[in-house]
């Protein structure tokens, strides 16, 4: 095949069908290996420094004269439960404003900048966390980490879709997201070890380690990050130069995200020589589609109901173990590992189903179901491992849903700032869930927890309606664009621009009657 060839048309069309194959799994798995385990790693050291908290503030072991060995976070600095609950809240109010603003000005500053500035940034002041010595001062820590982690999660989020089609993403989305599970599967193993350096030389508590410790190798992983980011595909190191152009086309087919319907296509004629007008800057449209789109909403909405489980658990998971079995602080956080590893094998699993599929709802149902299987069983269950195989269930099923709806969302919007934006809009709802959490868990209502239980049994319940309403309203719109109901859309704009059919594309994003909508 001359190179003449290679430059007039596109790969999929010069090459054979095994040969385009064998060139585009090799560069896919090139990317994999460069972009997916760097993504988990720091999407892991942001859910630690945000979580490690509850390991901090196991409660020590008294001792015969009345001192604390090992003493927790609130032993040491005294405070109450509802300070801790305000400390875990403060967190959230930054971290909710920032989300949009930051996967805005994503692109203008480019990943390979942006990522690592704000892994560096949390990780000091995750570090500074171990060094408080009063309630103030961890409160004012704890505002400074929700406003320096507020970037990381969506900007991972839309940084995968530079990189992958829509069919590939929800495994990706799902690896790095499993970052949450195995961090607590990974913190519970860390805080129980490093509480052992109680009184070490220096004199710090052992709570304190943990906090100094992991931010100080949170910041390690952003220097190394910013070498080894790229933006986009034409930075990707490793690549020969006929796989990044394979990956480029396979990335800009229309036929990712367009079903072209010959009726509509001969109906849009387009006349080079009539006046036309010229296409709008989509940046302010975009953002401001996604702020009026009930199914962004819906899906919203679906991520508080699944989110509140999750954070639930993450930071109370090592405390109602502990009070399940009254296991020694120790065992409860060694306790808390299997939870969090069963929850990544099965994030994974359904992973791989949902993207064989090319069908979200088939995934995300179930994991919605399972949360709430679970935490029926916690609540109502008498038995000790009984309550526990509840927590393995509920950790399961909310841990799953949320990279399934990450991928629903972006897969169903066209358009970068609208995707950017509805990310943002479900990630920034998530971590309401997270600010509810906070305050569920009192320490006067163990062991049944009775209150916590009810309420995110009762959220994960509308989480299941949720799911099937969106699920209803994205076959309903499927099939009104099928039979040509939403064809005026597009008419319209051509009648009244001139615009080409790409130009009309482009405009109304997944409005297009075109666009397919994934189920």
Not at 101 to 128: D, E, M, Q
Not at 378 to 394: C, F
Not at 395 to 410: D, M, R
Not at 463 to 485: D, T
């Amino acid at each position: 095949m001359s190179e003449k060839a290679l430059v007039e048309a596109p790969l999929h069309e010069t090459l054979t069908q095994k040969e385009y194959k064998r060139i585009e799994r090799r560069a896919r798995l090139k990317v994999d290996l460069q972009i997916v385990p760097l993504c988990l790693l720091l999407y892991l050291l942001s859910f630690l420094d945000r979580t490690n908290i509850g390991h901090a503030n196991l409660e020590g072991t008294a001792r015969p004269d009345g001192s604390i060995q090992n003493p927790g976070l609130s032993q040491d600095l005294g405070l109450s439960a509802h300070d801790y609950a305000v400390a875990l809240t403060v967190l959230y109010p930054p971290y909710i404003a920032l989300e949009i603003p930051s996967n805005l000005v994503l692109r203008r500053i480019g990943a390979r900048i942006w990522i690592p500035f704000l892994v560096v940034c949390w990780g000091i002041v995750s570090t500074l966390q171990g060094l408080v010595t009063s309630k103030a001062g961890l409160l004012v820590d704890r505002i400074f980490l929700g406003a320096t982690e507020a970037g990381i999660l969506p900007a991972i989020a839309v940084y995968l879709t530079f990189f992958y089609r829509p069919h590939e993403m929800q495994l990706r989305q799902t690896v790095f997201f499993t970052g949450a599970s195995l961090a607590g599967a990974f913190s519970g193993l860390l805080a129980a070890a490093i509480r052992k350096m109680d009184n070490m030389p220096t004199g710090h508590a052992g709570w304190r380690w943990i906090f100094i410790l992991e931010g100080i190798f949170t910041v390690l992983a952003g220097i190394a990050s910013w070498f080894l980011l790229p933006n986009d595909l034409s930075e990707c190191w490793g690549l020969t130069a006929i796989e990044r152009r394979l990956l480029q086309e396979r990335l800009a087919m229309p036929a990712n995200h367009y079903v072209e319907r010959v009726e509509l296509q001969e109906k849009l004629v387009w006349t080079a020589h009539e006046p036309r007008a010229p296409p709008p800057s989509l940046w302010r449209r975009d953002t401001l589609r996604a702020l009026c789109d009930v199914r962004v909403w819906l899906m919203c909405c679906t991520g508080f109901c699944c989110s509140m489980p999750l954070y639930s658990i993450a930071y109370f998971a090592p405390v109602i173990v502990q009070d399940i079995g009254d296991y020694t602080s120790v065992k409860s956080m060694l306790m808390t590992c299997p939870i969090f590893a069963a929850s990544f094998g099965y994030s994974v699993l359904i992973s791989l189903v949902s993207d064989r599929l090319r069908n979200r709802f088939v995934t995300a149902f179930p994991g919605m179901l399972l949360t709430v299987i679970g935490f029926s069983v916690v609540y109502a269950a008498d038995g000790t491992m009984t309550r526990y195989g509840g927590l393995i269930m509920l950790a399961c099923g909310c841990y799953s849903v949320p990279p399934l709806l990450f991928t629903w969302l972006a897969n169903n919007s066209a358009g970068h700032f609208k995707r950017a934006t509805g990310l943002a809009m479900i990630i920034l709802t998530d971590n309401c869930g997270g600010l509810a959490s906070s305050w569920l868990f009192k320490k006067s209502e163990k062991p049944e927890y009775t209150r916590g239980l009810v309420s995110n049994l009762a959220v994960a319940s509308l989480g299941v309606l949720i799911i099937m309403l969106i699920e209803a309203l994205v076959y309903y719109e499927r099939s009104m664009r099928s039979r040509g109901k939403r064809d005026e859309r597009a008419l319209q704009l051509q009648r009244t621009t001139n615009w080409t059919p790409e130009e009309i594309r482009e405009y109304l994003g997944d409005d297009h009657p075109e666009y397919r909508l994934e189920l």
